[in-house]
């Protein structure tokens, strides 16, 4: 289990043991042995603040970054510049941080206006670029204050998705109050006033046109709006988002559903049905009829 949770997330481990029982006969003792496990507190589109040494050795990074992915390292990306740099346990430890915001703060703004920044000028010791993303300068505006004319400008990774009219999740910096101790360090001029982490689509109709499924053990779906089932979803939908997460994932066709093209009329993303797998019961054979014999 130890070997497994150093291989999927970054952690830190202390192992002990103690003396049950021995038996001076025939030289045996019985111990009891106790694993402690610490995984770091950061998870996928987690904004987080950099200390100003880690930035620096990471390639003159900002501090502010967003966490694309979590495997056996912290990916992060610079929302500002498209830097990505990987994170591994020991330099966590070494450099620790903490994430700036939960998931349910994230809010829903608009897209005002999106325009590709064409030309940056790169730091002097940058790091990679990510290949992935392209960087944006975009106006938006909360749903919640569509009443009002407040606007945010900010930069962002997502210039590649996003259009004037998008809805789209982001952080707000400007209106929160991060009790954060490099934050605090921080010039005011260098925070951002939103960080944008994802686009936003419309979650029950991914849901219906959803053709693939996922081999699970039995749960109770009764309770459909609870944390765990908005958790499950959410998994669902970064399966069909990053390529990278589910390629180590069994995705299954779902027949019941039937198939259309890989993106819908609001451009979501899709799994396209190379990626899955035909779903084979037990009870059937070749010829799809139950008792028969099989086909050569």
């Known amino acids: ?20 029982s021995q038996d001076i006969h025939s030289n045996t003792y019985n111990y009891k042995s106790t694993f402690s496990m610490e995984i770091v507190p950061i998870c996928k589109d987690n904004v987080v603040c950099l200390s100003p040494k880690l930035a620096q050795s990471l390639g003159n990074m900002n501090q502010i970054c967003v966490c694309i992915r979590v495997t056996s390292a912290i990916h992060l990306i610079d929302p500002n510049t498209l830097q990505v740099a990987d994170i591994d346990g020991s330099t966590f430890w070494s450099h620790p941080f903490n994430s700036l915001c939960h998931p349910k703060q994230l809010e829903e703004f608009i ?10 000028k790169r730091k002097a010791g940058a790091g990679m670029i990510s290949k992935k993303h392209t960087l944006g300068e975009v106006w938006v505006q909360k749903t919640s204050e569509m009443d009002t004319d407040k606007q945010y400008f900010c930069r962002t990774h997502l210039g590649h998705l996003l259009n004037p009219g998008d809805l789209v999740l982001g952080f707000d910096l400007a209106n929160c109050n991060v009790n954060d101790e490099h934050v605090n360090k921080m010039n005011s001029d260098r925070v951002p006033d939103v960080v944008l982490i994802k686009k936003s689509y419309d979650r029950t109709k991914r849901q219906r046109r959803r053709n693939w499924k996922l081999k699970e053990l039995a749960r109770d779906k009764e309770n459909m709006d609870t944390d765990d089932e908005r958790q499950y979803q959410d998994f669902l939908e970064d399966l069909e988002e990053d390529e990278a997460i589910r390629k180590n994932v ?18 979501a993303p899709r799994i396209s049905l190379a990626e899955m ?17 099989m086909m050569t």
Do not use: W
């Open 1 to 20: 289990m130890v070997e497994f949770l150093q291989c999927t997330v970054p952690c830190r481990y202390k192992a002990s043991q103690r003396l049950i």
């Open 277 to 293: 797998l035909e779903d084979l019961h037990i009870s059937q054979d070749a010829t799809g009829e139950e008792g028969a014999s």
């Open 111 to 120: 897209v005002m206006e999106c325009s590709i920044v064409q030309d940056l």
């Open 250 to 267: 069994n995705i299954y066709r779902d027949s019941t559903i039937p198939v259309e093209s890989d993106t819908d009329d609001e451009g």
